[in-house]
């Protein structure tokens, strides 16, 4: 077809973040932690996208930032940094109540009185847990 050019869309590679790696260790602790990258930043001073390419791309960070991150995710700065192995879970359905208890805080006070009514009458139907 002789004059047609063809345009070949490339797609961007999906990053794949190795597990021993600085960033992939600095979002399983976030996590583990129930904070958002959003939260995390806050209590560091930074902003989120500073906290968005700590997990995705760098594996060096500012030295002062350490002692900061240690603290707000409850570790050793070790253990952060991969020289001693994370001895957490991967909550994920802990997270996710979590989020939505955080969620329903934030409701009137008259839907989050429901909330609590209907919690309270499932948690009697179950008295095991």
Do not use: C, W
């Amino acid at each position: 077809m002789g004059g047609i050019n063809t345009l070949v869309m490339k797609r961007k590679p999906k990053l794949r973040i190795d597990e021993s790696s600085f960033g992939a260790r600095l979002a399983r602790l976030r996590k583990a932690r129930g904070l958002t990258q959003e939260e995390l930043a806050d209590r560091l001073g930074i902003s989120r996208r500073m906290v968005v390419y700590y997990e995705a791309q760098s594996e060096h960070i500012p030295a002062g930032l350490l002692p900061q991150l240690a603290q707000a995710l409850k570790v050793s700065a070790d253990e952060l940094l991969g020289l001693r192995s994370l001895k957490i879970k991967d909550p994920e359905e802990s997270l996710r109540l979590f989020r939505k208890l955080k969620r329903i805080t934030r409701l009137p006070a008259r839907q989050r009185r429901a909330v609590l009514e209907y919690a309270e009458a499932l948690l009697e139907r179950n008295p095991s847990n």
